[in-house]
T-cell receptor, first 115, second 111 residues
Framework: DGGITQSPKYLFRKEGQNVTLSCEQN?????MYWYRQDPGQGLRLIYY???????QKGDIAEGYSVSREKKESFPLTVTSAQKNPTAFYLC??????????????FGQGTRLTVV | LAKTTQPISMDSYEGQEVNITCSHN???????ITWYQQFPSQGPRFIIQ???TKVTNEVASLFIPADRKSSTLSLPRVSLSDTAVYYC????????????FGAGTILRVKS
């Protein structure tokens, strides 16, 4: 069935290591997004992409990188430059075209813990 | 981008109707208003969307006044399972338009 899949659900990494979070969707959506959520806080936009091979920084892009080589995939790399990477990461997708096409579909999230 | 303002938290009891208001004074002509619900350790999910007046679906109603500078999500007869964070989002969905979430409203439903 259609949806958006994030993997893994839980991820542990040592401080100073880069780590890549996977996000795949089979909804044929043009737009994809990455958000970070800290305990008790709202969602903060890291990066977003609205077409293959193009992406833009969100509000907290420092220490993160992304790629959009395929429409279905939008992996997020948390680099060693991210000073406080431990958080809950959410990936989302939405159709394009304006108007009512703003409904975002979210994955189940990846909880990253850096030790 | 239209910035949204919501109450930080609300408390209610089972069976009551809950109304959560979102302020979006700078809403643009092409913007739609969408509400999401998020449970702990899960991604948000779509509840309802509207442009003006009133929209109703099987889980909620959305009231939007003529000036569109605010909107009210109405949850009829809430249950304990409605305890969650509710986000109001304003966006046009066009190319270059990013989806920015505010802090949301924590709704606690008590028995």
């Amino acid at each position: 069935d259609g949806g958006i899949t994030q993997s893994p659900k839980y991820l542990f990494r040592k401080e100073g290591q880069n780590v890549t979070l996977s996000c795949e969707q089979n909804l044929n959506h043009d737009a994809m997004y990455w958000y970070r959520q800290d305990p008790g806080q709202g969602l903060r936009l890291i990066y977003y992409s609205q077409i293959v091979n193009d992406f833009q920084k969100g509000d907290i892009a420092e220490g993160y990188s992304v790629s959009r080589e395929k429409k279905e995939s939008f992996p997020l790399t948390v680099t060693s430059a991210q000073k406080n990477p431990t958080a809950f990461y959410l990936c989302a997708s939405s159709p394009q075209g304006g108007g009512r096409n703003t409904e975002a579909f979210f994955g189940q999230g990846t909880r990253l813990t850096v030790v | 981008l239209a910035k949204t303002t919501q109450p930080i938290s609300m408390d209610s009891y089972e069976g009551q109707e809950v109304n959560i208001t979102c302020s979006h004074n700078n809403i643009a002509t092409n913007d739609y208003i969408t509400w999401y619900q998020q449970f702990p350790s899960q991604g948000p999910r779509f509840i309802i969307q509207g442009y003006k007046t009133k929209v109703t679906n099987e889980v909620a109603s959305l009231f939007i006044p003529a000036d569109r500078k605010s909107s009210t999500l109405s949850l009829p007869r809430v249950s304990l399972s409605d305890t969650a964070v509710y986000y109001c989002l304003v966006a046009s969905g066009g190319y270059g338009n990013k989806l920015v979430f505010g802090a949301g409203t924590i709704l606690r439903v008590k028995s």
